[in-house]
């Protein structure tokens, strides 16, 4: 009796946790939006995400923003000669036609610098992209627990927004 209780409860729980959602802007195809939780106090937390370009221009991610941190960056962290270094990509990073972008742990990714409260697992972020050619799109990365490598399975962008493209 207990296993059919806690079996039942195991597929209510599936049915009930949001799948992994996508959104479209354009060609552009933003899945796989996460963020790391953060400890009380961090002066930074990660933002990761994968954008894939479906169609036959380039398009690219000029800024980030969000209103859960005093500032809000794309970064690129790489190892040269056994020096690890982080640094603003600035100028944007290029989504080449038919090509995807990685944002990810130890690559590019959105540094939220100063965040105003701890990022906690399970809560989610709120997040505007804004690209080139396919224009600002807003969503929300679902916070995985500290040190986690990638999204959990029941992680979804929620409220996503496309607002148009940039002319």
Not at 8 to 19: D, E, G, I, Q, R
Not at 62 to 91: I, W
Request: glycine share 10%.
């Amino acid at each position: 009796m207990i296993k059919r209780i806690a079996l039942s409860l195991l597929f209510a729980a599936s049915l009930a946790a949001p799948a992994l959602a996508d959104v479209t802007a354009g060609p552009l195809l933003i899945s796989e939006a996460w963020a790391r939780a953060t400890p009380p106090g961090a002066r930074v937390g990660g933002g990761y995400l994968t954008v894939k370009n479906t169609g036959s221009e380039p398009d690219t991610l000029v800024a980030v923003a969000s209103p859960v941190a005093e500032k809000t960056e794309l970064h690129l962290m790489k190892t040269e000669d056994g020096v690890m270094t982080m640094r603003p990509a600035a100028e944007g990073v290029e989504i080449p036609a038919g090509g995807t972008l990685t944002l990810e742990p130890g690559g590019y990714h959105v540094m939220f610098i100063r965040p105003k409260a701890p990022f906690v697992q399970g809560e989610s972020v709120p997040l505007t992209l804004t690209f080139a050619k396919a224009g600002s799109v807003d969503i929300t990365l679902t916070v995985s627990p500290i040190g986690a490598a990638g999204p959990a399975t029941d992680h979804s962008m929620h409220n996503m927004h496309h607002e148009g493209a940039a002319k």
